[in-house]
Nanobody, 115 residues
Framework: QVQLVESGGGLVQPGGSLRLSCVTS????????MAWYRQAPGKQRELVAG???????NYADFAKDRFTISRDNDKNTVYLQMNSLIPEDTAVYYC?????????WGQGTQVTVSA
């Protein structure tokens, strides 16, 4: 019933950029700290970045200084700006709340970084 719709993934060359979007409902957006996660083939899902309702952010080591998480309160949308992409960033990217709920996982959006 909770709708979290990710978009913006695609195929990019190393060094390229993508901007991911996650759209949810107003109530979900307003009451939760939000986050981006990713899962690469053969690996566990991992936290990429989080953003609190107050705007404070946190990043995984691999994401700091390359990725930027932000939120648009008017659009109920969480963004992930991804720069300087490397092949290791290839994964399905998901949004959820910062303390992830198992029943909130959606389809995600595929990011592939390859020459």
């Amino acid at each position: 019933q909770v709708q979290l719709v990710e978009s913006g993934g695609g195929l990019v060359q190393p060094g390229g950029s993508l901007r991911l979007s996650c759209v949810t409902s107003g109530i979900i957006f307003s009451i939760n700290n939000m986050a981006w996660y990713r899962q690469a083939p053969g690996k566990q899902r991992e936290l990429v970045a989080g953003i609190r309702r107050g705007g404070q952010t946190n990043y995984a080591d691999f994401a700091k200084d390359r990725f930027t998480i932000s939120r648009d309160n008017d659009k109920n949308t969480v963004y992930l700006q991804m720069n300087s992409l490397i092949p290791e960033d290839t994964a399905v990217y998901y949004c959820n709340r910062e303390l992830a709920r198992d029943d909130w996982w959606g389809q995600g959006t595929q990011v592939t970084v390859s020459a």
